[in-house]
């Protein structure tokens, strides 16, 4: 079946740093590619997603890159600040209500 | 104005009872989903609802009983309740969009522990 690997599970960064955090999928089919951030005793709130008629999506300090060939896409977040300090999660779903999840990544912002 | 929303918050009960989880949308969405996050944060499917009709049902055990009376409602109904259902469980809804489906809305979570 369909499979999502994220990777790091733990990504600690500098205050002001980029952090990235990759993801790759194991069915062609998948189209749609959203990224959730769960802050702590929170659910996952949509932060950015992009579909696979686009390589590149951009929100602020946000982007998201997509490599359909490769199957992998990445979150990308720049000026990193303390309240980006969550968990983060990928998916891969082919607009059909199901999607396939990542582990998930805790990103740690250093002051 | 909360979107999605689930009650209780927070659930402790003995090994062995029979428990409810209640949750509630108002973005007009027509699907609804039911997910388990356990002690390592990973996020699992267990149910989802559309229009009131089952349409995902993941390899769960059958002592959890989703309900949804109506598009806005979906419950999980939990029987004979074990040390592992402790976990925390998320209710979402998604619409429907161009053709797909779109973003999934979650709700804040009820922590389950089991004694």
């Known amino acids: 079946g369909e499979n999502v690997e994220q990777h790091p599970s733990t990504l600690s960064v500098q205050e002001g740093d980029s952090a990235v955090i990759k993801c790759t999928y194991s069915d062609s089919a998948s189209n749609y590619f959203p990224w959730y951030k769960q802050e702590l005793g929170k659910g996952p709130q949509l932060i950015i997603d992009?579909?696979?008629n686009v390589g590149e999506k951009k929100d602020q300090r946000i982007a998201v890159t997509l490599n359909k060939t490769a199957k992998h896409f990445s979150l990308h977040i720049t000026e990193t600040q303390p309240e980006d300090s969550a968990v983060y999660f990928c998916a891969a779903g082919w607009g059909n209500y199901q999607l396939i999840w990542g582990a998930g990544t805790k990103l740690i912002i250093k002051p | 104005d909360t979107a999605v929303s689930q009650t209780p918050k927070y659930l402790v009960t003995q090994m062995g009872n029979d428990k409810s989880i209640k949750c509630e949308q108002n973005l007009g969405h027509d699907t609804m989903y039911w997910y388990k996050q356990d002690s390592k944060k990973f996020l699992k499917i267990m149910f989802s609802?559309?229009?009131?009709?089952?349409?995902i049902n993941e390899t769960v055990p059958n002592r959890f009983s989703p309900k949804s009376p109506d598009k806005a409602h979906l419950n999980l109904h939990i029987n004979s309740l074990e040390l592992g259902d402790s976990a925390v469980y998320f209710c979402?809804?998604?619409?429907?969009?161009?053709?797909?489906?779109?973003?999934?809305?979650f709700g804040p979570g009820t922590r389950l522990t089991v004694l």
């Open positions: 992009i579909r696979s």
């Open positions: 609802y559309n229009n009131k009709e089952l349409i």
């Open positions: 979402a809804s998604s619409g429907w969009r161009e053709g797909h489906s779109d973003t999934q809305y």
